[in-house]
T-cell receptor, first 109, second 118 residues
Framework: GENVEQHPSTLSVQEGDSAVIKCTYS??????FPWYKQELGKRPQLIID?????GEKKDQRIAVTLNKTAKHFSLHITETQPEDSAVYFC????????FGTGTSLTVIP | NAGVTQTPKFQVLKTGQSMTLQCAQD?????MYWYRQDPGMGLRLIYY???????DKGEVPNGYNVSRLNKREFSLRLESAAPSQTSVYFC?????????????????FGEGSRLTVL
């Protein structure tokens, strides 16, 4: 089955700085890569996704890049704010979704 | 439109007891999933149902059974609970829009069920 690795496991940044989270996957058949944000005690919610026919996608302060050849994709958050503090999960989808182990992001005011 | 609803939200069991987690979605989604979330382990798939009438094992199915009762409902049963099953359980659903064999529909999660097995 698919194996998704996510780094780093924890990340602290100053407010206004950028944050980058990286994921790799193993199954070349995967072609959908969503990112989920989970606030403490809440359910995961989709923040951005990318499909394999696209190399980059941006939504305001959030962007995702995908390198299918190298089997890795990344989440970029610019101009971070305290409300960006949460756990972020990457996922790769074949016939089902496989998740990374999560990155706990702390934005320091 | 409630989305994905799962019950109960909290449950404490003794080792060996059984229980069923219920999940229902009102978005007319074809696919439904059960995940468990443990610290440092991310979300691990227990079982999924690609469509009504089908169920398949995920990454960590041992100790669990599922039933896709109809298109709306997907239940998870622990027949004989063990302390290792202490976790937060999430039900999810998706449209299951396929693209080259891949599930590319957004996953919608329930609020989670926190289960403690003593």
């Amino acid at each position: 089955g698919e194996n998704v690795e996510q780094h780093p496991s924890t990340l602290s940044v100053q407010e206004g700085d950028s944050a980058v989270i990286k994921c790799t996957y193993s199954d070349s058949a995967s072609n959908y890569f969503p990112w989920y944000k989970q606030e403490l005690g809440k359910r995961p919610q989709l923040i951005i996704d990318i499909r394999s026919n696209v190399g980059e996608k941006k939504d305001q302060r959030i962007a995702v890049t995908l390198n299918k050849t190298a089997k890795h994709f990344s989440l970029h958050i610019t101009e971070t704010q305290p409300e960006d503090s949460a756990v972020y999960f990457c996922a790769a989808s074949g016939n089902q979704f496989y998740f990374g182990t999560g990155t706990s992001l702390t934005v320091i005011p | 439109n409630a989305g994905v609803t799962q019950t109960p939200k909290f449950q404490v069991l003794k080792t060996g007891q059984s229980m069923t987690l219920q999940c229902a979605q009102d978005m007319n989604h074809n696919s439904m999933y059960w995940y468990r979330q443990d610290p440092g382990m991310g979300l691990r798939l227990i079982y999924y149902s690609a469509s009504e009438g089908t169920t398949d094992k995920g990454e960590v199915p041992n100790g669990y059974n599922v039933s896709r009762l109809n298109k709306r409902e997907f239940s998870l049963r622990l027949e004989s609970a063990a302390p290792s099953q202490t976790s937060v359980y999430f039900c999810a659903s998706s449209e299951a829009l396929t693209s080259g064999g891949s599930n590319t529909g957004e996953l919608f999660f329930g609020e989670g069920s926190r289960l403690t097995v003593l």
